[in-house]
């Protein structure tokens, strides 16, 4: 028997001796839930707790529960690892302990294991996730988990980055801090999300240059344009701007952005090209 998850969602007030930290939160139905098995549930919610994540967390908008693996553990000192098959450096979370983790996490959420070999976290995989019921992240340690629960459960890879970490804690936060962020109401200014880098708004280019007050700093202008009331012409450097910045940056992102752009001017030209041609072959 174990205890059930530790959960972090809408704040509620109540008289009680007990520390804070150790009640279960009442959970939202309904609203996007993470749920984190890992070593130190106490990493969370961590950055999350704060700013706008924070409070979308107190307001119920989505709920977070930790299931700690140690709960688990095998013997008498509840070991969750043990040493790698074949030999070899570190140790590995056993495929039995992991696996009884995740049905006490419970079925209905995708199941994301924190690694990097796994495919890199996008805008596009966050914005899914998003639009789902919430997701199931396992934190490793030590030198990974092993591969029959990951495949037992399909449980899906995702690296925040070619970089090893000592956890997969702050990997976890990072993805949830992605998706979070885009459920509604979560961001008090949603149309902020379509003009950001990698949003379906930007073309999936790099965010262009910021600026603010005051227009003049250490030598150093804003540029004009953006001081014009022009909308047409801000939007058209902007424009520019996220261009040249993906090029130079990011020269993936740019291929990947011309090879599905259609440029107006050539699709013009090969409709008025297609249309003389048709005309040609119906002309008796």
Known sequence: MTDAPKSHGRLSIRPSLKP????????VQGAWTA?????????????????????????????LQTIPL???????HRNVDDT???GGAGMVIRADVMDAALREAGPGLPVVYM???GKPLTQARARALAQGPGVTLICGRFEGVDQRVLD??????ISIGDYVLTGGEIAAQVLIDATVRLIPRVLGNQD???????SIGNRGLLEAPQFTK?????????????????HAAIADWRGREAERLTKERRPDLWRAHAETSVDPAKDRQRSGASDQSRNHREQP
Do not use: C, Y
């Not at 140690?70 to 008498?76: E, H, I, N, S, T």
């Not at 227009?215 to 022009?230: K, M, T, Y």
């Open 20 to 27: 804070r930290e150790l009640m279960a939160e009442p959970q």
């Open 152 to 157: 037992a459960h399909d449980v899906e890879e």
């Open 192 to 198: 902020s999300l379509a003009e950001e880098s990698f």
């Open 214 to 230: 005051p227009a003049l700093w250490d030598g150093r202008e804003i540029p004009p344009v953006l001081l014009s009331g022009n």
């Open 84 to 86: 790698p098959a074949g």
């Open 70 to 76: 140690r709960d688990f553990g095998v013997g008498r």
């Open 115 to 117: 690694s990097p070999r």
């Open 35 to 63: 749920r984190i098995v890992t070593l130190f549930p106490e990493a969370f919610p961590g950055i999350l707790g704060l700013s706008l994540t924070g409070k979308a967390l107190s307001q119920g908008l989505w709920n």
